[in-house]
């Protein structure tokens, strides 16, 4: 397994932005390369959910409640994978996890209020 890291997470207000960042610690290229990593989030109360994810390839998915405002990446030089969030709603406020495989972050706060 991969330990990931997530870092990155904030408190803003509507409307902001926050980039969250998922370092696989220690990976090399030939494990960090050919994995698919994805970003999920739970609200307190609320079940886990995926927002984003990314292929080896660099092909991205999204849910429907983010796209158009949030963009997945990954940089397999540095082995970390990006989470762009604009236009940030209170709706967003969540933990963030990073995930790949059976490999789980242990998470980064978002709020968003005003």
């Known amino acids: 397994q991969v330990r990931l890291v997530e870092s990155g997470g904030d408190s803003v207000h509507p409307g902001g932005s926050l980039r969250l960042t998922c370092a696989a610690v220690?990976?090399?290229?030939?494990?960090?390369?050919?994995?698919?990593y994805a970003w999920y989030r739970q609200a307190p109360g609320s079940q886990r959910e995926l927002v984003a994810s990314i292929t080896s390839r660099g092909i991205a998915d999204y849910s429907e409640s983010v796209k158009g405002r949030f963009t997945i990446s990954r940089d397999n030089a540095r082995k970390r994978v990006y989470l762009q969030m604009n236009s940030l709603k209170p709706e967003d406020t969540a933990v963030y996890y990073c995930q790949s495989g059976d490999s789980w972050g242990q998470g980064t706060q978002v709020t968003v209020s005003s």
């Open positions: 220690g990976a090399i290229t030939s494990v960090f390369n050919p994995r698919t």
